[in-house]
């Protein structure tokens, strides 16, 4: 059985509401969406830095440079933190593990405000179509 997810007019219960709230919901999924689609992006350079580093990829190559330098703006504001450790073939940076763990962390936390904050305009939406329709 297939259910119709098409919300109810407005002239049936929780018609106009329920309309807003899907609207709502549909702008949070969308800029949650947008903010997944930049955290992988993210994730992924920062892996790439990780491993072209781990296993000592040639810095002269057009290509590792700029993933370098690309995933630098990401993985700077922790450079401090850890020192690099050194093996036969390569440097593993924790630095970067560090950066990926951070920018997951707060990438879930806007995720999290986008709800947040679509249920309160929500909310304010309905007080506002309450005022209209009383002093309208």
């Known amino acids: 059985m297939v259910e119709s997810r098409?919300?109810?007019a407005s002239g049936?219960?929780?018609?106009?509401?329920?309309r807003e709230a899907v609207r709502?919901?549909?702008v949070a999924t969308r800029i949650n969406g947008a903010l997944s689609a930049?955290?992988?992006?993210v994730e992924a350079l920062v892996f790439t830095r990780f491993m072209?580093?781990?296993?000592?990829?040639?810095?002269?190559?057009?290509?590792?440079?700029?993933?370098?330098?690309?995933?630098?703006?990401?993985?700077r504001p922790f450079s401090g933190a850890f020192?690099?450790?050194?093996?036969r073939d390569g440097t593993l940076e924790f630095n970067a593990l560090l950066a990926m763990a951070a920018w997951f962390v707060a990438a879930m936390v806007l995720m999290a405000l986008?709800?947040?904050?679509?249920?309160?305009?929500?909310?304010a939406w309905r007080?506002?179509?309450r005022r209209r329709v009383t002093h309208g």
């Open 6 to 8: 098409q919300p109810p």
């Open 38 to 41: 930049a955290l992988g992006a």
């Open 114 to 123: 986008v709800v947040a904050f679509a249920a309160r305009w929500r909310d």
């Open 127 to 129: 007080r506002v179509e």
């Open 83 to 87: 020192r690099d450790a050194s093996w």
């Open 24 to 26: 709502q919901h549909e």
């Open 52 to 75: 072209l580093l781990a296993f000592d990829a040639e810095r002269s190559s057009d290509v590792v440079a700029l993933v370098l330098d690309a995933s630098w703006v990401f993985v």
């Open 12 to 18: 049936q219960p929780g018609g106009r509401g329920t």
